[in-house]
C-alpha cells in the first residue's frame, strides 16, 4: 500500500485599498482599506487500504479578524475548494467575506475513493466551523457553526476519452449558518 502526507503553512501581511466604482449617475468612487494579515496550517495524509484510497486532512485559519473591519487574508484565496455545499463559493463570501478561502475556517475532512470495471466511486465527510464568531449582516445575530457535510461523486466512463459524472451532496448546517 501506498501512503502519502503532506502539510502547508502559509501567512501574509500588509493592507489592500479597494474601492467601488463609480456610477453613470457620478456617484463618487468611495474607498477602504483591506486587512490581508493571517496565516493557514493545513495537513493530511493518502493511504491505501485494500481496494480502497483513504485520505485524511485538517486545516487551520484564523485570519485574524476584526469586528467592523474589512478583513480578507489572501493565502489561500478563491480556490480552496472542500466538499460540495458548504464551502461553496456564495455562502463562505456572505459568511466569511472571502471566496472558497482558508480565512477564518477550521476543518476536518475524511474520503476515500475505489474504481472498478468502468466505474470510479468518490466518498467524503467534512466537518467546518468559523474560528472566529461572525455576526450576520442579514440578521445581526452571531453565527457560530457551519455544520457537517456528506459529499462525492460517481463516475461512470462510456469511453476512454468520455465519461459521466454524477455529483452529490448533503449538508447538516447549524441553524446559525442557515440564518
Do not use: M
Not at 43 to 51: P, S
Request: a negative charge; proline letters at 2%; glycine letters at 14%.
Amino acid at each position: 500500500a501506498t501512503f502519502d502526507f503532506f502539510s502547508e503553512l502559509g501567512w501574509s501581511t500588509g493592507s489592500r485599498d479597494e474601492g467601488i466604482d463609480t456610477n453613470n449617475d457620478g456617484i463618487e468612487e468611495s474607498t477602504f482599506s483591506r486587512d490581508l494579515s493571517g496565516f493557514y496550517l493545513t495537513g493530511g495524509a493518502t493511504f491505501g487500504a485494500g481496494n480502497w484510497s483513504v485520505g485524511v486532512e485538517a486545516g487551520y485559519a484564523p485570519g485574524e479578524l476584526k469586528a467592523e473591519e474589512n478583513t480578507g487574508f489572501v493565502g489561500f484565496n478563491e480556490d480552496y475548494g472542500i466538499g460540495e455545499i458548504l464551502h461553496d463559493e456564495g455562502l463562505i463570501k456572505d459568511t466569511n467575506g472571502v471566496n472558497t478561502s482558508l480565512s477564518n475556517l477550521v476543518f476536518a475532512q475524511v474520503t476515500g475513493s475505489t474504481s472498478f470495471n468502468k466505474w470510479d466511486f468518490f466518498i467524503g465527510g467534512v466537518y467546518f466551523a468559523p474560528v472566529e464568531t461572525i455576526r450576520s449582516s442579514y440578521t445581526g445575530k452571531d453565527a457560530d457553526a457551519y455544520g457537517f457535510e456528506i459529499y462525492g461523486n460517481l463516475i461512470y466512463h462510456l469511453t476512454d476519452y468520455l465519461s459521466y459524472t454524477a455529483f452529490y451532496g448533503i449538508a447538516f448546517p447549524d441553524s446559525s449558518f442557515i440564518e
